[in-house]
């Protein structure tokens, strides 16, 4: 697979030289999509992929660099996931969790906060963080909790309640979740914070779905985890709020994401033009490269897939640089990933017509493709909620 773009930007806005293939080399990728077949037919983790990504320091690309880490941005990382997802989407969604907290503190030590600091750390120790917010029915998703946040007289905090999708479920050391703190009823707050594996953690063996399968995404039950006071980072107001932990989730969530399945539509394009050159015709005794119908929906593809990548890298770009969007960027962050997950569908959607029957084989790899991007329509913002943010950020809210 090509990369998307050979250079990166530095945190202080200057061209920088930027090899992907340095980080993910090709044989490194080959090794992940040969095992990516085993963990989707066995529905497992993958977990000698995480051992050769933390080898590699892929943990802590987002970590500055006087802390050991890669000292790279947001721009660099998506196009990173980009390459990842090309060879094992599951891999790549799995790590995508993790990479949101690191991006969450980048954002935060940008802009001279330095709460999450730990989080950094950690992923230089090789800690593995995944992300717990995601509830079942809960529609507010950042801003509100059906999981009980009971403060404790030293600052912790302890949750009870359920998260559903808790990718990385088998590895995690540190899950970042939030709740709700009703302790005073005239003046409630989400919280923020951290929990350790421990015997108060419960995760459900009920992973069992269409496709994503090594993300190993399981239920979580919380029964009075504890999360100590240096691990809570935020007590907030429920609800739309401007505080920079909520900016910093969405806006890193929705750019990794979108970036994740833009990986997973180049592949499947590279897949049908490798299809294309090789499949002959009874009928022309012509290469199907040459049949104008298949010319055309390889062209449809690739017109759809290149838009992608500029907005992508244009608001990786932004939030590296502290760009003030305004009212505009959740709109925008929403946008990006809707836009990117109906293109990725659409792409491995016609990359299965150029291919013929065979792709319908579970062997084939459009095969796993096909099930593995339906997965992008579930994650936040989903269509309802992509469709609503924008015509709010045009039209204004509703009237009441």
């Known amino acids: 697979m090509a990369d ?12 920088t030289s930027f090899d992907p293939a340095a980080i993910l080399p090709d044989d490194l990728l080959e090794r992940f999509r040969e095992r ?12 000698a992929d995480l051992a050769e990504l933390r080898d590699a320091g892929y943990l802590a690309i987002l970590a500055p660099a006087e802390l050991g880490g890669a000292g790279l941005g947001l721009v660099e990382a998506a196009v990173l996931q980009q390459r990842l997802a090309g060879a094992a989407p ?13 991006g969450v503190a980048k954002v935060l030590a940008d802009r001279g906060i330095d ?5 950094h750390e950690g992923a230089v120790a090789g800690e593995v963080f995944a992300f717990g917010i995601s509830e079942a029915g809960n529609d507010l998703v950042l801003f509100g909790s059906d999981t009980d946040a009971a403060p404790h007289p030293d600052g912790g905090y302890a949750f009870t309640g359920t998260k559903i999708f808790t990718t990385l479920s088998p590895v995690w050391t540190q899950l970042g979740l939030h709740g709700l703190d009703v302790s005073n009823p005239d003046d409630p707050r989400m919280v923020y914070a951290f929990v350790p594996r421990s015997a ?28 100590p006071a240096d691990r809570v980072v935020r007590r907030i107001a429920p ?18 994401l979108a970036s994740v399945y833009t990986g997973i539509a180049r592949r499947a394009l590279d897949l049908a033009v490798e299809t294309a ?8 005794g012509l290469a199907y490269s040459q049949d104008p119908d298949i010319r055309w929906r390889i062209a449809d593809m690739a017109l759809a897939y290149d838009a992608l990548l500029p907005q992508i890298e244009v608001l990786a770009r932004d939030i590296d640089a502290q760009v003030d969007r ?50 992008g329509l579930f994650h936040p913002s989903d269509p309802e909620s992509a469709h609503s943010t924008v015509a709010s950020a045009w039209l204004g809210p509703i009237a009441r």
């Open 36 to 47: 990516a077949v085993v963990h989707d037919r066995e529905n497992t983790f993958p977990e």
């Open 90 to 102: 599951a891999t790549a969604l799995a790590i995508n969790m993790h990479l949101v907290w690191t």
């Open 326 to 375: 305004g009212a505009q960027w959740f709109a925008q962050l929403s946008g990006v990933k809707h836009r990117a997950v109906t293109m990725a569908k659409h792409v491995v959607d016609e990359a299965i017509l150029v291919s013929g029957g065979s792709s319908y084989f579970a062997r084939s790899e459009l095969s796993r493709l096909y099930r593995d991007v339906l997965a």
């Open 277 to 284: 050159k090789k499949r002959t015709s009874k009928k022309t």
């Open 115 to 119: 709460d999450l600091r730990f989080v």
């Open 200 to 227: 108060a953690v419960v995760t459900r063996d009920d992973w069992d779905t269409l496709g994503m399968r090594g993300t190993q995404s399981h239920t979580t039950e919380l029964h009075g985890a504890v999360a």
């Open 239 to 256: 609800g739309p709020n401007p505080d920079p932990l909520v900016f910093g989730i969405f806006s890193v969530f929705e750019v990794l």
């Open 4 to 15: 998307p773009r050979a250079h990166g930007e530095g945190n202080n806005g200057r061209m």
